[in-house]
């Protein structure tokens, strides 16, 4: 009996040490990578609680293998649903939360920009709301070891001139389409929590993501779905924008850094050093897929640089972004480990790997919004 007792105790105690992570937006790209990657670092010693409200892009396939983890919680609620979220507080006692949930799509706010202001803005900041009043204290203090970080992007920064310059976490916010300028709010709004109540937030802007699990109304898998099938390669405009990548899973491993290391209030800026033009990302996920391809495969054969079609360029669309993160480096010792030229192949291999997955996304209400935005727009 007093080997069971001791064992009780025991456990007790571990379950008292273990962390537990309020992840929001877990079943999307990002937050479902994020989820294996800590999974995969900290085995069974942390918990983690997934809330997701399962929009077009939040998909529970992306955590198979995940479901049946003792330590993991998915729960299907609303970021803008007070109760729901503060209901979540009540009933465990989260140590970090990991705020990723966001309408991310830009051609989408410029459709329906009232969708991204209601999640990206009031969602944050029921978020905030329901962390400050689970984790302040009657001084005004907050419980020990509480942090909330909250995932931003860099497009809040606006746009650089071509090869010139880089953001840094003191470039002014200059949100150029709806999509940005909810997720410049929501930034605002986190940092005016840190000035007014201390809270114990950080903020991290990250450049273009890719890597598996990414819904293929993306660019990289958009362009991989696409080829396979010999249909036409969208690009909009001259397909000279730039954007800087990064590889999902250094983006996770940055996020749970900053977490556990980083000065609670500030702004850290996430990079991939991995700066591209629109259009050479596709020449380079052509070469890759026909070198990848094995000369028996059909689909090698459908693979052409003739499938590229320039459409109608997207209203308010950023030239160019380019991250500096100096001071994450400087200050953490995170950097991105993974090159482009890596990362695409890693990329690739899972979407071989992963067919089904592709099919199941890319059926029903994904294709009619796929047809809307470019069947009209081909201009040849």
């Known amino acids: ?17 273990m962390k537990t992570y309020l992840v929001t937006g877990g079943a999307g790209f990002i937050g479902s990578n994020y989820i294996h990657y800590m999974f995969r670092k900290y085995g069974d010693s942390i918990r983690i609680i997934n809330v997701d409200c399962l929009t ?7 955590l198979k293998g995940i479901e049946e983890n003792p330590n993991y ?52 900041l029921v978020m905030l709301n329901a962390a400050k009043e689970s984790w302040e204290q009657k001084d005004g203090t907050y419980k020990p070891d509480k ?3 909250h995932v931003s992007t860099d497009e809040v920064y606006g746009s650089l001139p071509d090869g010139d310059g880089y953001f840094y976490e003191t470039t002014p916010l200059d949100p ?3 999509y940005s300028a909810s997720k410049a709010s ?5 940092k005016s929590y840190v000035d007014t109540y201390k ?11 890719y890597g598996p699990y990414q819904f293929p109304e993306k660019l990289i898998p958009l362009i991989i779905n696409n080829a396979l099938q010999g249909k036409k390669l969208p690009v909009y405009g001259d397909g000279k924008n730039v954007r800087d990548w990064l590889y999902v899973d250094d983006h996770a491993k940055a996020i749970d850094m900053v977490q556990e290391k980083g000065r609670l ?8 050093h991995n700066e591209k033009q629109n259009i050479e990302i596709i020449h380079i996920i052509l070469d890759t897929l026909k070198e990848m391809l094995p000369d028996a495969d059909p689909r090698k054969r459908k693979i052409s640089e003739d499938l590229i079609t320039y459409v109608e360029d997207r209203k308010g669309h950023d030239r160019r972004y380019a991250i500096a993160p100096d001071k994450i480096k400087a200050e953490i010792g995170w950097e991105p480990e993974t090159m482009f030229k890596d990362g695409i192949k890693k990329t690739i291999a899972w979407f071989f790997e992963n067919e089904d997955w592709m099919k199941n996304v890319t059926s029903g209400d994904y294709q009619k919004y796929y047809d809307e935005m470019y069947h009209d727009r081909i201009t040849e």
Do not use: W
């Open 73 to 124: 919680t998915f729960v299907k609620a609303n970021i803008c649903d007070s109760d729901s979220i503060r209901r979540i507080f009540a009933e465990n006692e989260i140590d970090r939360v990991v705020h990723f949930a966001a309408e991310s799509h830009v051609d989408r706010s410029i459709v329906n920009p009232e969708v991204f202001v209601q999640t990206n803005v009031l969602g944050t």
């Open 265 to 272: 209030g500030e702004r850290y800026n996430i990079g991939g």
């Open 199 to 209: 809270f114990p937030a950080n903020i991290t802007n990250c450049s273009n993501n």
């Open 176 to 178: 150029h389409s709806p």
């Open 147 to 149: 942090r909330f970080l």
């Open 186 to 190: 929501s930034d605002m709004l986190v």
């Open 56 to 62: 077009y892009a939040g998909n529970l396939e992306n």
């Open 1 to 17: 009996m007093e080997g069971e007792s001791y064992a009780q105790n025991r456990a007790k105690e571990m379950r008292e040490m």
